[in-house]
């Protein structure tokens, strides 16, 4: 895939963003792996107002030209996810709602439905809270990934990666749906929560359903 062609659908998931209410106004960013880095949405520009020109590369030790656009304040996770997890071509981190507010109350997504499983384990776990834009936070957000693809962070959002832009939006998505679904069934009671036995069988399911 082309630079260009890299640039465009960024801006084209990054207007879904706002869209579909996945994230509103500013807030949110979207990565996509290219050459020796990863090429990322502007700091404190609107999406709507994008140009190719505007989207940031940032190399894998985190340099960037300085005399052009600052990179999202979040590429510092966006950076270690691409270190840590070479699986990982695309990152989608936003501010949906019903994740957020699962991340207010510092909740992870339990195995309430097999469907957790599309997030790579038998739950979706939620990272300690640190300032954004931090490195700390970013360690934070590694460390749940293990065996993950998606996670939320307290206080703040939820980040999925996977091998395409257009995956890793869907799992943002799926994330949100989920997150939804749990705090409705918080809210009549105590959902009954899947085996670990029960998930193994799912996570088998669903990566072969992925080939």
Known sequence: MTEQKIRKDIIKFS??????????????????RYKNGFLITPSGMRYE??????IVFVDLKGKYNSKKNKPSSEWHFHKDIYLNKKNANSVVHCHSKNALVLSCIRKKIP???????????????????ATYG?????????????NRFACLIENHG????????????????????????????????????LTNIEMSRVLKKVKNYKK
Do not use: W
Request: aromatic fraction near 6%; charged fraction near 25%; proline fraction near 2%.
């Open 134 to 146: 931090t490195s700390e936070l970013s360690k934070n957000i590694i460390q749940v990934l293990n």
């Open 15 to 32: 207007k879904l963003l706002n869209k579909t209410n996945l994230s509103p106004l500013r807030s949110g960013n979207i990565s996509v």
């Open 49 to 54: 107002t994008l140009k190719s020109k505007d």
């Open 158 to 193: 939820q980040v999925v990666f996977s091998d395409g832009i257009d995956s890793a939006f869907e799992l943002a998505q799926e994330v949100e749906h989920l997150s939804e679904q749990y705090l409705e069934c918080l809210r009549i009671g105590k959902p009954k929560i």
């Open 111 to 129: 195995a309430f439905h097999y469907m957790v499983a599309v997030a790579g384990g038998v739950d979706i776990k939620c990272a300690k809270y």
